[in-house]
């Protein structure tokens, strides 16, 4: 199984002056394809600070991160987004959804910023329908983010994240907004995503979500503190 | 950037204007109304300009008027004879006549002029007009046509016939029933037959306050000989009474020169100017250092002072529009700004999913241009109603505010003589500018949305 993603001593520090506060301080993993990775570990250990760095919203203080064969640790401001449009897909814990679109329109925004800008075609506008059919808004097209339940308005951002065909889905606490019902709709939908052959990152505080997961990875003062199978 | 892109940029812009109508709508107000007054204005200049022209192409383009003036004290004119005689004579002479006429080649054309105002008296009906002793170019001098009849003749000045050609507004009303045509009318007693009448012709109004308007209208003409010899009024008749009573003599009122080039080889208005330094010059010479008895009015001069004055008004209007553009420009960065603020979690959401910098900035970029822009064919429109709400501005002081005795208000006279009409290339410039300001104010802002760290946006409220 070949690997999507790899970090190698990967550490971020933020320098606020008087103190340097180390988020990450030197954390290798492997990512093969069709992963599906839990990371876990307290508040504060640095879990949102990898997620983002493995989602290049972020550049690291040292270290590298191979995405799909390129190292995007020097990567321009430009070159990152284009990697974010093509190559990774975002599900947050606050769904961040655009308030004024509807679910549709939602689902459309990452073609909006495809390299080259095509036009959206009809062909891009069925996948759109496919995708929100795919986690059951297929009669919900037109509602805009505020007519919808929360774990719907999450099944929108899945959908969205789902629209560029990327190489890894970042989740962070995605399911930390819903209550226990729909979470597990939620984590149905990503175990089937999983399945399909989708690799997959989500942090998470629940051991219940967790055990859903094929590999979890508990972080600690910004490093990796234990890796494997929930022992249960 | 691709037609289909910019065309979706735009509608996302579109989108997001109309997302909050009355807040846009109140961000475009600055933009409307600098606009709308750029285009009002310019329209009222230019219509008083095109007026101005009318006026001056009425007075006769290559015309040079030289008028008598009478002195303002005692001193400066000349007394004639001894201390018993108080003739008061200033003016234009026929002296001045023939000098002007022989001697500057330029000078095609000669058309003095006698007026004096008497009453004039058909039956039962009078009116006090100004009878106006001329020779027969006086007609197409002030360009003037026939209603019906004929004008003056050469042959009726040398014969100095009793005849007289009355206007328009003078034959109607001391004929108000009967063509006048062969009627008898009388002027100080003295009967004269009528051979003419002229076409009805509007008033031209003062042009810089140098020449009365003259109402063409009221006006008896009669050959310039016989007012000078019958009314009693020219230099012959004054000289002969000297001694006993204190009058004023006056030989012309005024002259009218046609200016043009014998050869037709230099363009007739260039010889205006220096024609009527040469004219100034001479009658000075002839009447001697320091007196200030006679004026030269040179239309094209009026003109050429219309256009001056046009230009100061627009560098007026001008600095007034680029003050009231910044204001609104100024309006827009900062409802930006504050989109912008309000708007952190989208930039982050778009940002994170693949949006660039220059995306951002184009989003933000056209949004402002939208409202500018907007904001500016709503201006523009407005703009466009002006000379029909002119109408109904006229209309309105014309119905309420028309002063009684006069017929007429000050008022609405201002109004009335406003013509405005919307300069055509003001048009596309008052929409380039709204676009213009859109960038410039828009800038900054789209900037600033651009600049946000995503991580950071995505965590905004
Ligand atoms: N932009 C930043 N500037 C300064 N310090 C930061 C910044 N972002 C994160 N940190 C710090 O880095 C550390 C790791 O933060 P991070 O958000 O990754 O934690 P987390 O594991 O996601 O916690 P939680 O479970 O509460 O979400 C924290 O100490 C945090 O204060
Ligand atoms: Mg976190």
Known sequence: MSSVASLVNL????????????????????IPEGDFIAIMGSSGSGKSTLLNLLGALDRPTEGQYILNGRDTSQMSDNELSIVR???????????????????????????????????????????????????????RLDHRPFQLSGGQQQRVAIARALINDPAIIMADEPTGNLDSKTEEE???????????????????????VARRTKRQVFMKDGLIAGEGIFPG | MSLSRFLRTLQLALKSVMLHKLRSGLTMLGIVFGVFSVIAMLAIGEG???????????????????????????TSSS???????????????????EVISETIPSVMGVVPVRELTQEVRHQQYTLNARVVGSTPEYLEMNHLGMEQGRFLTDHDLEEMANVVVLAHETARILFPFENPIGQPVQIASRAYRVIGVTQDRTASAAIGGSLSGQDYNKDVYMPLFTLQTRLNTGDLFIRRTQGSFSAVSVVYDQITLKVGDKNGLTDDRDLVIPTAEVVRETIRNLHGEGTNDFSVVVPLELLKQADQIRKIFNIVLGSIAAISLIVGGIGIMNIMLATVTERTREIGIRRALGARRRDIIQQFLTETIVLSGTGGLIGIMMGLLTPAAFVGIKWFVDAYVMDQTTGRSDLGRLFSDMEPQVAMWSLPVAFGVSVAIGVIFGTYPARAAARLDPIEALRHE
Not at chain 1, 12 to 29: E, I
Not at chain 1, 189 to 208: F, K, P, Q
Not at chain 2, 79 to 97: C, E, H, I, M, P
């Open chain 1, 11 to 30: 550490t971020k520090f933020y320098d606020l002056g008087s103190v340097v506060v180390k988020a990450l301080r030197g954390v290798s993993l492997e």
């Open chain 2, 79 to 97: 007394s004639s004879g001894g201390g018993q005689s108080f003739v008061l004579r200033y003016g234009l002479t026929r002296k001045d006549l």
């Open chain 1, 85 to 139: 449009n093509s190559d990774i897909g975002f599900i947050f814990q606050s769904f961040n959804l655009i308030t004024q679109y509807t679910v549709l329109e939602n689902i459309e925004v990452p073609l909006l910023y495809r390299t080259g800008y095509p036009p959206i075609s009809a062909r891009d506008r069925n996948r759109c329908i496919d995708v929100a059919n795919q986690v059951g808004l297929g009669d």
């Open chain 2, 48 to 74: 008083a300009s095109s007026q101005a022209q009318k006026q001056v192409l009425e007075l006769g383009a290559t015309n040079i008027i030289v008028r008598s003036v009478k002195p303002p004290d005692e």
């Open chain 1, 186 to 208: 939620i984590i149905q939908i990503l175990t089937d995503l999983n399945n399909e052959g989708r690799t997959i990152i989500m942090v998470t505080h629940e051991n219940s």
